[in-house]
């Protein structure tokens, strides 16, 4: 079964101050993506990878940097968190692109004080 | 401008009911709509989806009805179970390998026994 694994589960951070979200999949596919889910909104994009070195700016990014080191990891960075990027973080792996299926981590939730 | 709707925010259906669940959209370019289950406390993960060349997907108690013209489509949850209980998310995409999922606002559905 698909496995993705997120870190930290929850987080607490100060305005001003740096955040880095860790994903990492076992799945060995190529497309990685990050969401932030709010009420109301649903799940937005905020940035996906087609595979290790690259990154792609998804609906809502500003605010946020993202890394692909490897196949297996993805990272979210907020470089100057703020109170607006409260939220919860989903990271999901897939292999093509929107038309198959995405597998979700379990999310961290992030408070900015 | 938000692409993919639903309706309603939340549905309440006692057990043994049928749950209808709603979505419409913007894009005519979008051919590609699964649906994903959410329970508390997880990630959302694929329950059933339908490509624009279909009009109705099965899977278990759950159906998909497409209407391509109306641009709309809903989630029937036959004979609804406390079990499935969750939060119901519509999404859309457009076939490349550019494409990424969109997704609605979601619908909570509560089974009550």
């Known amino acids: 079964e698909a496995a993705v694994t997120q870190s930290p589960r929850n987080k607490v951070a100060v305005t001003g101050g740096k955040v880095t979200l860790s994903c990492n999949q076992t799945?060995?596919?190529?497309?990685m993506y990050w969401y932030r889910q709010d009420t109301g909104h649903g799940l937005r994009l905020i940035h996906y990878?087609?595979?290790?070195?690259?990154?792609e700016k998804g609906d809502i990014p500003d605010g946020y940097k993202a890394s692909r080191p490897s196949q297996e990891n993805f990272s979210l960075i907020l470089e100057l968190a703020t109170p607006s990027q409260t939220s919860v973080y989903f990271c999901?792996?897939?292999?093509?692109?929107?038309?198959?299926?995405?597998?979700f981590g379990p999310g961290t939730r992030l408070l900015v004080l | 401008q938000q692409q993919v709707r639903q309706s309603p925010q939340s549905l309440t259906v006692w057990e043994g009911e049928t749950a209808i669940l709603n979505c419409s959209y913007e894009?005519?370019?979008?051919?590609?709509f699964p649906w994903y289950q959410q329970f508390p406390g997880e990630g959302p993960a694929l329950l059933i989806a339908?490509?624009?060349?279909?009009d109705k997907k099965e899977d278990g108690g759950f159906t998909i009805f497409f209407n391509k013209r109306e641009k709309n489509l809903s989630l029937h949850i036959k004979d609804s179970q406390p079990g499935d209980s969750a939060t119901y998310f519509c999404?859309?995409?457009?076939?490349?390998?550019?494409?990424?999922?969109?997704f609605g606002s979601g619908t909570k559905v509560i089974v009550l026994p």
């Open positions: 894009n005519s370019a979008f051919d590609y």
């Open positions: 339908i490509r624009s060349v279909s």
């Open positions: 999404a859309a995409s457009v076939t490349g390998f550019a494409s990424a999922l969109t």
């Open positions: 990878s087609y595979g290790a070195g690259s990154t």
């Open positions: 799945n060995n596919h190529n497309n």
């Open positions: 999901a792996s897939g292999e093509l692109g929107g038309q198959d299926t995405q597998y």
